[in-house]
C-alpha cells in the first residue's frame, strides 16, 4: 500500500510558477507509475501528468504542455510537479496517484489505485 501526501500549492499570480511536491510512504513507490491530476471547482478530476516508474518516460494534457513538468525522484519516494506560465485556469486542487501498472501512463483517474489529500493551487490575475 503506497501513501502519499501533496504540498506546494498556494496563490501566485498570472505568469508566476509553482513546485508541487507528493510524499510517498512505502517501498513500492519506485515500481509504481505516478501522475498528477487536478480539479477546479463544479468540475470533473482532469488529467494534468503522468510519469513511469523509473522517469523515463512523460505524458501530459495539451492545456499544460510546455509549461508544466513532471519528475520523480524514486531515493526520496517523491514525484514533483514544476509549473511555469501559470494561468488563470489551472487554478483548482491538485492530487497525485500511484499507478502500479508502472509503465503505461494512463489519462483516466480509474488507474490510479492510490491518491493524496490533495493542494489548493490558485492562480490571480
Known amino acids: 500500500q503506497v501513501q502519499l501526501v501533496e504540498s506546494g500549492g498556494g496563490l501566485v499570480q498570472t505568469g508566476g510558477s509553482l513546485r508541487l511536491s507528493c510524499a510517498a510512504s512505502?517501498?513500492?513507490?519506485?515500481?509504481?507509475?505516478m501522475a498528477w491530476f487536478r480539479q477546479a471547482p463544479g468540475k470533473e478530476r482532469e488529467f494534468v501528468a503522468a510519469?513511469?516508474?523509473?522517469?523515463?518516460?512523460?505524458r501530459y494534457a495539451d492545456s499544460v504542455k510546455g509549461r508544466f513538468t513532471i519528475s520523480r525522484d524514486n531515493a526520496k519516494n517523491t514525484v514533483y510537479l514544476q509549473m511555469n506560465s501559470l494561468k488563470a485556469d489551472d487554478t483548482a486542487i491538485y492530487y497525485c496517484?500511484?499507478?502500479?501498472?508502472?509503465?503505461?501512463?494512463?489519462?483516466?483517474?480509474?488507474?490510479?489505485?492510490?491518491w493524496g489529500q490533495g493542494t489548493q493551487v490558485t492562480v490571480s490575475s
Open positions: 510519469i513511469n516508474y523509473i522517469g523515463q518516460a512523460t
Open positions: 496517484g500511484a499507478d502500479r501498472s508502472g509503465v503505461i501512463l494512463r489519462a483516466s483517474a480509474e488507474a490510479y489505485e492510490y
Open positions: 512505502g517501498r513500492a513507490f519506485s515500481s509504481y507509475a
